[in-house]
């Protein structure tokens, strides 16, 4: 059964801004790193990334890094950040 992935507003109006801001061949890394992490992050949270604390986790997909939680009783995986990787 599969993971429900939703983003914080925070996290979304990050991934707006870096993706508007990057030179069009960056977009398109950007844009295939999140669709790989979220494809993973329904399927198997609890293994993608490095653990941090409790269930909050980082996962890192040039050129990017996501900070996220998931909630194993709720089936529910919640992005909570991300950023852009040099």
Same mark, same amino acid.
């Given at each position: 059964?599969? #993971?429900?992935?939703?983003?914080? =507003? =925070?996290?979304?109006?990050?991934?707006?801004?870096?993706? %508007? &801001? %990057?030179? =069009?061949?960056?977009? *398109?890394?950007?844009?295939?790193? @999140?669709?790989?992490i979220?494809?993973?992050?329904?399927r198997?949270?609890?293994?993608? *990334?490095?653990?941090?604390?409790?269930?909050?986790?980082?996962?890192? %997909?040039?050129?990017? %890094?996501?900070? #996220? &939680?998931?909630?194993?009783?709720?089936?529910?995986?919640?992005?909570?950040?991300?950023?852009f @990787?040099?």
């Amino acid at each position: 059964m599969k #993971y429900t992935v939703v983003w914080d =507003s =925070s996290a979304i109006d990050e991934l707006t801004t870096m993706w %508007a &801001e %990057a030179p =069009s061949f960056v977009r *398109g890394q950007i844009t295939r790193a @999140v669709d790989d992490i979220e494809a993973a992050l329904q399927r198997r949270p609890e293994t993608v *990334g490095e653990s941090r604390q409790d269930n909050l986790r980082l996962v890192i %997909a040039l050129p990017i %890094a996501i900070v #996220y &939680e998931f909630f194993p009783d709720d089936r529910r995986v919640r992005v909570l950040a991300i950023q852009f @990787v040099e």
